[in-house]
């Protein structure tokens, strides 16, 4: 019997860090994630709301696999835009 592990990740960190995130996740991974990467995915977020749970959802090649959520939400704190973001495995 094989059993799989299942682990959620979940937080939010300033829009401009983002990048950064992915970036470590894909290395983690075994995979490249870079700034093209980011870029691509920009337009693909715009109109998500965290707290609305409209995610935008895609999977990261490499190993193990991962699922990865990203949604904008509006801090408290500031007027700037946060990324609210999960990895699932």
């Known amino acids: 019997m094989h059993h799989q592990t299942v682990a959620s990740v979940e937080g939010w960190d300033f829009e401009e860090n983002v990048p950064t995130f992915l970036g470590h996740l894909g290395s983690y991974l075994q995979t490249s994630f870079d700034d093209v990467s980011y870029r691509y995915l ?3 977020i715009e109109g998500t709301d965290a707290r609305a749970g409209k995610w935008f959802e895609y999977r990261i090649d490499g190993w193990p696999p991962v699922g990865a959520g990203l949604a904008y939400e509006q801090t408290l ?10 990895a699932i495995t």
């Open 42 to 44: 920009v337009p693909a």
């Open 77 to 86: 704190q500031s007027k700037s835009r946060s990324v609210s973001t999960r």
